[in-house]
């Protein structure tokens, strides 16, 4: 096994402890059990706890990315192959569908959380986290990408709103409950926020 695939794997077993158990449990006695390797090894690649954390946090960024380019081009499609009147319900079951996606990954999400609850406010992982390579990232992609092609407003101020909608519904799907109805609450919001009339796609 190479070095780089090593370091991903102890990476994706300390992300299995953490959301299994915690920041707390995370040593590198418990990533060589929970990664199944010998004693030692987790200490090798990454000789202090900081490291470790680096190499999770790295790994929870590269799987956001290609979440975020997956959803992108889903909505891509969707928006362009599709050329009826985009309603509230309809830009609603769209947005559900995509938090749906980003919470299906349970493990990494509650490794996010517990992350960012336990690290300092300052730190550089933390602010990796919730920013460019954070799951962040992909709700304010689509979710601009999506208000924008169905001629919604979509000024910064209505981007982050959904944006911290859609952060929470990802955390209620993933921490709380995992059936609540996703469509019906982002439905509610955008009807609040003025979007409830219909929209003609563009070319109608």
Do not use: C, W
């Amino acid at each position: 096994m190479s070095s780089r695939n090593r370091r991903e794997l102890i990476a994706d077993a300390g992300i299995r402890i953490i959301a299994r158990d915690g920041v707390r449990a995370l040593t590198h006695r418990a990533v060589d059990r929970e990664a199944q390797l010998p004693q030692g090894s987790t200490s090798y690649h990454a000789k202090t706890r900081a490291a470790l954390l680096e190499l999770i946090v790295d790994l929870l960024a590269s799987r956001t990315k290609i979440d975020t380019e997956a959803l992108a081009a889903d909505a891509n499609t969707r928006f362009d192959h599709d050329e009826r009147r985009f309603t509230v319900d309809h830009l609603a079951t769209l947005l559900a569908g995509l938090v749906g996606t980003l919470a299906a990954r349970r493990g990494d999400m509650r490794a996010r959380y517990a992350l960012l609850l336990e690290l300092d406010d300052a730190s550089d992982l933390r602010q990796r986290l919730i920013g460019d390579s954070g799951v962040s990232a992909a709700a304010r992609l689509v979710a601009a990408q999506a208000l924008a092609k169905a001629g919604l407003p979509n000024s910064d101020a209505h981007v982050d709103e959904l944006l911290s909608l859609t952060d929470s519904l990802v955390f209620n799907r993933t921490a709380i409950s995992p059936t609540a109805d996703l469509r019906n609450v982002l439905a509610r919001y955008l009807r609040g926020a003025g979007f409830a009339e219909p929209v003609v796609m563009p070319g109608e």
